[in-house]
């Protein structure tokens, strides 16, 4: 989505994991979906590309900017456990099973 039009059609009907950022005025939105239901136990359908639109709109924000980063074994959201603590979470369920090691990153960190 850009200036607020969506750049992707309800027709879209490939469903897989995905990792998505949308900012507002006063910050952003990560969203990260699993997928691929027949390695999951079916705990997860995935989501479309329009899926990943609906989701934000769900949320209600105004956005200005949203962007699909990635999608399938390398969709991951992890995070720090304990505020201090060295350790780290993995929050989703990546599709290989186990992280997957990748080229990009978006890291945020908060003083």
């Known amino acids: 989505m850009t200036g607020g039009v969506p750049l ?3 027709a879209t ?3 897989v994991c995905y990792t998505a950022i949308a900012f507002t005025a006063g ?3 990560l969203v990260c979906v699993d997928g691929r239901p027949h390695l999951r136990n079916g705990k997860s ?3 479309s590309t329009f899926d990943i639109l609906s989701i934000f709109r769900d949320l209600d924000l105004e956005y200005t900017e949203a962007y ?3 999608g399938g074994g ?3 959201m992890v995070t720090e456990r304990v505020e201090g603590s060295s350790a780290f979470i993995t929050r989703n369920d990546p599709s290989d099973g186990k992280s ?3 080229s990009d ?3 945020v960190f908060i003083p």
């Open 74 to 76: 390398s969709t991951e």
């Open 45 to 47: 359908e995935g989501a």
């Open 105 to 107: 990153i978006i890291a």
């Open 27 to 29: 910050g952003f939105v």
């Open 13 to 15: 009907k490939s469903v």
């Open 8 to 10: 992707v059609s309800s």
């Open 100 to 102: 997957r090691s990748v």
């Open 68 to 70: 699909i980063l990635d």
